[in-house]
């Protein structure tokens, strides 16, 4: 029922910024968890940023603290990824996906049950 949808991914330069977008429709839940993930090829699936829907508590990833910010809208029905100085270490295929909530919005893509297609991203040195 949970439709997600990913889209804003692109090639840049080391340096460059990006912002993806995800669109979120289906949830019934007032509260529930919904971030980014990224997995890059022979890697595993890690998280990026989590924020938990109808607070905005957020959860950075320390790998891109400072770099990449999620907000939304305030409908929450979508998510932003702004993401700055691109590292090429952050080329990967970006997630957004969703949980219910049962207590903090972790990292853990194990965690989440609800996810769209994926965005590329690609960052070139």
């Known amino acids: 029922q949970v439709q997600l949808q990913e889209s804003g991914g692109g090639s840049v330069q080391a340096g460059g910024s990006l912002r993806l977008t995800c669109t979120v429709s289906g949830y019934t839940a007032s509260r529930y968890c919904i971030g980014w993930f990224r997995q890059a090829p022979g890697k595993e699936r890690e998280g990026v940023a989590t924020?938990?829907?109808?607070?905005?508590?957020?959860l950075v990833a320390d790998s891109v603290k400072g770099r990449f910010a999620i907000s939304r809208d305030i409908a929450w029905k979508t998510l932003y990824l702004g993401m700055n100085s691109l590292l090429p270490e952050d080329t990967a295929m970006y997630y957004c996906?969703?949980?219910?909530?049962?207590?903090?919005?972790?990292?853990?893509?194990?965690?989440?049950?609800?996810w769209g297609q994926g965005t590329q991203v690609t960052v070139s040195s």
């Open positions: 924020i938990t829907v109808g607070l905005g508590t957020s």
């Open positions: 996906a969703t949980r219910g909530m049962t207590g903090g919005c972790g990292l853990s893509p194990q965690q989440y049950n609800s």
